[in-house]
């Protein structure tokens, strides 16, 4: 089992910056993919960006250019810069081992962007 602590989230201005963290407790995550999404209220759950094995990296549109994934061994971060009110959202980390496999999920952390 794999447990995922999400940390980072907060208030802050538009064009403002904050750094998510996502801690996983078991090394056994060293191969898997890892990213974030998030969710708005009344919203479906999206993408933000993953980190795939080997260091590939893949972003939403919304983000591209404003965010940065990365990863140091069981924890993967998200940068996010020039903070928009639309990127107002509860921002989920997860991990997978492959596409058809078990997700694991972060709680969730409240990322809230005041315009």
């Known amino acids: 089992q794999v447990q995922l602590q999400e940390s980072g989230g907060g208030l802050v201005q538009a064009g403002g910056s904050l750094r998510l963290s996502c801690a996983a407790s078991s090394s056994a995550i060293s191969r898997h993919t890892m990213g974030w999404y998030r969710q708005a209220p009344g919203k479906q759950r999206e993408l933000v960006a993953k980190h795939i094995t080997g260091g590939i990296t893949d972003y939403a549109d919304s983000v591209k250019g404003r965010s940065t994934i990365s990863r140091d061994k069981n924890t993967v971060y998200l940068q996010m810069n020039s903070l928009k009110p639309e990127d107002t959202a509860v921002y989920y980390c997860?991990?997978?081992?492959?596409?058809?496999?078990?997700?694991?999920w972060g709680q969730g952390t409240q990322v809230t962007v005041a315009s």
């Open positions: 997860y991990s997978q081992n492959s596409p058809f496999s078990m997700v694991y």
